[in-house]
């Protein structure tokens, strides 16, 4: 199935004393490009949890949010710092004994010095936090897939829409065609029988005059390769997966065909059609932009 390049997952997971939650955003991406947000203590999982992503994602813009909660009771410690105490003491009792004052220093001023208590967190244990970490990254990652594969069944349909229509102004240009020539060359005929009167019709040369202006009004190569790169869309779509930059390339050859047969027509009906062609295509584009 293709997956749309827009989604949202978020996930809460509990875990003893610990909560964590996951909430993936995404929007279109010429790549995939990956920005996540968490508490500093987890920066280095930073790098796993990207690879960890990349299971699930292979295009797009993806903001990550992760909030990180920790009520166990050893989450901080006080540390005590005996060599910054020690200096503090020192220098208090040789300005005491410099200035002739009381050596008055008690334990509540000391401890209250900068540095002396110090607040630590506690050693986290890594694997038990990445296990909690990864567990929550993948069930965001898998609702978020859900969303992006629910939008994209919605964009193949769409598509698959636009695509017929297309077929079927191939189809009418590839049936007019014929007809273009068979008007001109009654047309021609007409005009030199006005012009001669009742002389002879060069036949040869009338014959001649027709395949010159078939040759050039001829778009049988664009109508081929043009149904050929509709129907490799539609097989694209339905075999599903990564095919956003895929079809974005067949579809800027499918304008080009468009193109051609606008160029090379001056028949109203075909160049009507031919329009219509290059409008479903621009749709078709805009629409395959919104693909993984």
Known sequence: MVRSMTGFGRYELNA????????LKSVNHRYLDINVKMPKKLGQFESAIRAELKNYIERGKVDVYITWEDNSASE???????????????????????????????????????????MKEADQDEEEVWNILKQAVDKASEIFVETRTVEGENLRKDLGDK????????DFITERSPEIIAEF???????????LGD????????????TLYADKICVDEELVRLRSHIEATKTTLDKGGAVGRKLDFIAQEMNREANTILSKTNDLAVSDRAIEL???????????????
């Open 16 to 23: 003893d004393d610990k909560k964590v939650t996951v909430e």
């Open 199 to 210: 002389a002879s019709v060069n036949e040869s040369r009338l014959l001649m005059e027709v």
């Open 185 to 195: 060359k009654k047309s021609l005929e007409e005009k030199v029988k006005d012009l």
């Open 163 to 170: 695509l017929d229509s297309m077929l079927k102004n191939v």
């Open 278 to 292: 290059k409008t479903d295509i621009e749709k078709v584009r805009e629409q395959i932009q919104n693909l993984e």
């Open 76 to 118: 901080e410690l006080v540390e005590y710092n005996h060599d910054i105490a020690a200096e503090y003491l020192k220098y208090m009792r040789k300005m005491a004994e410099e200035f002739g004052i009381d050596d008055d220093v008690r334990v509540s001023t000391l401890s209250r010095c900068p540095d002396v208590l110090t």
